[in-house]
């Protein structure tokens, strides 16, 4: 497990690798410590230099996870978030603080920020950030006691009031709306944060989205269908094809369309055409700038550039990760929706069950793990879901395309299959509130990408979707 806290009084950076309760620290050692970044300078881990002193069985909780690897040779431990690339490190002025519990296990760590830090810089850790209950006192350790999912929410989802008493139906307003874009502007990241959980897959690698999927947002005066599409891209194969398609489709049926880009790259040809394409349907189209939080590189920003795309009815600047902006996009969606009444029961947050979203988050954790073009050949199926009273028995098979990409899902002595069936199971556990057992099996079946057959037989199938 990997969390983290942040104190802006005390301005320190609380790393965790277990559930700690207070006083569970015992002990501590200290060591040099670095920031790992990314390229843009956004904190995605830490670096300890520790030395002979520590031994491997004491970094057993630092270790046992998707996030931290040590250097045997220089005594490097490096924790980094899943799913991130650091290729610089800022060195701390002071030594980091490790708690020791009472076996001698490091639990976790205190890392004291540099002067004037900026507490931006941590974005990319949002997703592990937990509320710090109380100020650590010395030799104390880090006092958490889990996420508050309210407070979280309350944080990044818009205010939506509770919608059990609904307008007069004459005045209600209800349609669809259609988040279209290139891969990887943040599209699903945005349904997500509308929502305030997780209804769709998010990762940093393109074409996640592989079929439409809706999150349907009820509030007393308004529902919100949102249609979450697969990135509109040149298609090099069968499965390509039919997503581009379906995203496509989506357009001449929506109420309003969400046209997405990414505020800190300069437009491409593809948002170049899907801007026309956007600008052929009837909707409303709004021009959503995602990712404000990413400082623009040299000062330049492509405001005027995305604008000049097309006609639009307004642009907002937002950030899909941390909630900005998105209180006034929802008020704009809902105004521009025609008056109808509620299309889906106040409570339904999604069309996908719960084992598809199973399957999918099987394969999100494959596209966080695995590099390359393997996780683009995955396709993942539920075998068996047995619901018991305490605890859901499920078994999938991921299927790949070559022998070669089944060894790397496995990995050595079977590790990858592993870490990716733990993450994955920790998720599912989350989303259905019982203790899960998941079994996780790879099959190849060549080429199912160009093959019709095998595409319908793992559910991209067009016909499902007329
Ligand atoms: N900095 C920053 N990153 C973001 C923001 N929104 C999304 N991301 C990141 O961008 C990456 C892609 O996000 P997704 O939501 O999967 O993008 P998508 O448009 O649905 O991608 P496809 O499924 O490929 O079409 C992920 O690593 C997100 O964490 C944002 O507002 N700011």
Redesign the pocket.
């Known amino acids: 497990m990997l969390q983290f806290s942040h104190d802006p009084e005390v301005n320190t950076l609380y790393a965790y690798f277990t559930e700690l309760e207070a006083g569970q620290a015992v002990e501590s050692l200290e060591y040099p410590a670095h920031l790992l970044l990314d390229a843009e300078d956004l904190v995605v881990g830490l670096r300890l230099d520790l030395d002979d002193e520590v031994t491997l069985a004491q970094l057993e909780l630092a270790l046992d996870g998707e996030f931290g690897r040590l250097d045997m040779e220089t005594g490097f431990l490096r924790i980094l978030i899943p799913g991130a690339e650091s290729n610089q490190h800022e060195r701390l002025e002071q030594t980091a603080i490790l708690d020791l519990d009472a076996d001698e296990q490091i639990l976790g760590v205190e890392l004291a920020l540099p002067e004037g830090f900026d507490p931006q810089r941590l ?1 990319r850790l949002a997703a592990l950030m937990v509320a710090l209950d109380e100020v650590p006192q010395a030799g104390e350790g880090p006092v958490v006691f889990g996420v508050d999912e309210e407070e979280e929410e309350e944080e990044t989802a818009p205010d939506v009031p509770d919608a059990a008493e609904h307008a007069p139906l004459a005045t209600f307003r209800s349609g669809f709306v259609a988040l279209v ?1 290139k ?8 349904l997500n944060t509308l929502l305030g959980q997780k209804v769709t897959i ?3 690698r ?4 592989r079929v439409p999927v809706r999150g349907i947002l009820s509030r007393p005066d308004a529902q919100v269908v949102f249609i ?1 599409t ?2 509109i891209h040149q298609p090099s194969h069968k499965l390509g094809k039919f997503m581009v398609e379906l995203a496509e489709r989506t357009l001449p049926n929506a109420d309003v369309i969400c046209f ?1 880009v990414d505020i800190s790259q300069p437009p491409s040809q593809l948002d170049r055409s899907i801007a026309e394409q956007v600008q052929r349907a009837r909707a409303h189209k709004l021009l959503l700038l ?2 404000v ?2 400082p623009p590189r040299r000062g330049t920003t492509y405001l005027e550039e995305y604008r000049s795309l097309g006609t639009w009815d307004m642009e907002m600047a ?5 909630g900005q902006g998105l209180s006034s996009l929802l008020d704009e969606i809902v105004a521009r929706l025609p008056n109808g009444q509620p299309l889906y029961p106040n409570e339904q947050v999604t069309d996908q069950s719960e084992q598809q979203l199973a399957a999918e988050l099987v394969r999100e954790k494959v596209l966080y793990f695995i590099q390359q073009e393997v996780p683009h050949a995955v396709a993942v199926e539920v075998d068996e879901w047995e619901t018991k009273e305490q605890a859901i028995y499920i078994r999938m098979t991921i299927n790949v395309e070559k022998e070669s990409q089944k060894g790397i899902l496995i990995g050595a002595g079977g590790a990858m299959l592993k870490r990716i069936g733990s993450a994955a199971r920790r998720d599912i556990e989350r989303m259905v509130d019982k203790k899960v057992f998941l079994e996780l099996w790879v099959k190849v079946r060549e080429n199912w990408r160009d093959d019709l057959g095998a595409m319908g037989w793992l559910g991209y199938r067009m016909k499902d979707w007329r």
């Open positions: 974005a874009g891969p990887n502007v943040g599209k699903s990241t945005l998010v990762s940093p393109a074409q996640t989205t979450d697969p990135g997405m995602n990712k939080d990413i937002i950030s899909a990760q941390r």
